[in-house]
């Protein structure tokens, strides 16, 4: 299991802390300390579309106008903050973000 997220992230350390205590083998990615490769933008754009950009984020209101007009794979490579998170990865399934019923099915 990869949870990708960043280490400052408040859902990030809830969901982290959350899997481990449930026993999980997680694999945690700080995506701005290591940044993502083409491939894995790739995956999570084919997995979740423009939802993988956290549009409220301040660092995707400070876009500029190309930018903001750009494709979400451009502007998580150009910006990793602006992905929203988590992102789990458990085998072949994939979950966007962290509420109660992702918590549920991955720490049953």
């Known amino acids: 299991m ?9 859902t990030t350390k809830k969901a982290l802390k ?6 999980k083998d997680v694999v945690f990615r700080d995506v701005r ?7 894995e933008i790739d995956t999570i754009i084919a ?11 301040t660092t995707y209101r400070g876009f ?6 750009s494709e979400a ?8 903050t602006v992905m929203k998170r988590p992102i789990v ?4 399934a994939w979950y966007l973000g962290w509420d109660a019923a992702i ?4 720490t049953a």
Do not use: H, M, W
């Open 2 to 10: 990869i949870l990708y997220g960043l280490s400052t992230c408040d």
């Open 18 to 23: 959350a899997l481990q205590r449930a026993g």
């Open 33 to 39: 300390a290591e940044p993502l490769s083409r491939a």
């Open 47 to 57: 997995e979740f579309g423009d939802r993988a950009v956290n549009k409220q984020s």
């Open 64 to 69: 500029s106008d190309f930018l903001r007009e």
């Open 73 to 80: 794979d451009a502007q998580i490579a150009a910006q990793p």
């Open 89 to 92: 990865q458990d085998g072949a």
């Open 103 to 106: 918590e549920a099915k991955l």
